[in-house]
């Protein structure tokens, strides 16, 4: 079986199916807004997306994102350029309205979506391309953020119960998962920063498809942490 091209076909896959998932979330958040606004809003997520991923998309088949010479990494630049993004859209009015209007349950159950990103990095490391530190077989431990995202969202929100304290805790325990992972991640490309020295070194991520883990997977994970603690910080204790 060549797991190399499975990998890089489920990496769009994956990619295509969480951006849609979040567009129905959208959609719901949007329901009190007005007619022209919604379709505002909607039309905006589409054609940022469509200009982000056209963008990653030359940088990486161009061979941008493959060059490691300089620092910070370049792939490395595709998720500090969402995270900028996020400060700016976690404090927008329309983002607050958004979030009393989505069931606390979808910004947890969201994070699901990591267990096949682990998977496809297993993938990776079968094809030979990813170091194994990356992996579960490793130091990467965020497979169990997606794993427990049920059990916490039942847990903490499901069925009457509101436990904001444990749902807040989950938030920061799968934040604390996915910085481990990005440090390891960064400290495996050949850089001047490197500490796992065993091969093959980091850099498939700078490749397309893969750099949609980076550029896509890697904040879509981080966003809805984010907002899902901004939810639980403005629900009444």
């Known amino acids: 079986m060549n797991y190399y091209l499975l990998a890089q076909i489920f990496f769009v896959v994956l990619s295509a199916v969480c951006l849609l998932v979040i567009y129905r979330g959208l959609k719901i958040g949007l329901r009190n807004f007005d007619e022209a606004e919604r379709k505002r809003i909607l039309k905006k997520y589409w054609l940022i997306l469509t200009i982000w ?14 060059d490691f010479d300089s620092l910070p990494p370049r792939p490395a630049l595709f998720i ?10 976690l404090s927008a009015k329309q983002t607050k309205q958004i979030l009393q209007s989505i069931p606390p349950q979808y910004l947890i159950n969201i994070q ?11 993938l990776l490391l079968l094809s030979g391309v990813t170091p194994v530190q990356m992996t579960f077989e490793g130091q990467n431990f965020d497979i169990l953020v997606g794993l ?3 059990l916490a969202a039942y ?14 805790a ?17 400290l495996s490309m050949p850089t ?18 893969v750099i949609f883990l980076p550029a896509i997977l890697v904040p879509i994970a981080y966003y809805f942490h984010a907002f899902s603690l901004k939810q639980l910080l403005m629900s009444p204790k």
Do not use: C, D, Q, Y
């Not at 847990?155 to 807040?168: L, Y």
């Not at 850099?203 to 397309?208: A, D, I």
């Open 80 to 89: 500090v350029v969402p995270a900028i993004a996020l400060i700016f859209i």
């Open 148 to 150: 427990t995202a049920p």
């Open 53 to 66: 991923i056209v963008l990653i998309s030359i940088a990486s088949l161009s061979g941008f994102t493959s």
């Open 112 to 122: 699901m979506f990591r267990v096949p990103v682990e998977i496809l990095l297993w």
């Open 155 to 168: 847990f903490a929100i499901s069925k009457g119960r509101f436990n904001r304290k444990f749902a807040i």
């Open 192 to 209: 001047p920063l490197r500490m796992f020295m065993n091969e093959p070194a980091n850099t498939e991520v700078g490749k397309f498809p």
């Open 170 to 186: 989950w938030n920061v325990f799968g934040l604390l998962l996915l910085a481990n992972i990005l440090i390891i991640a960064i």
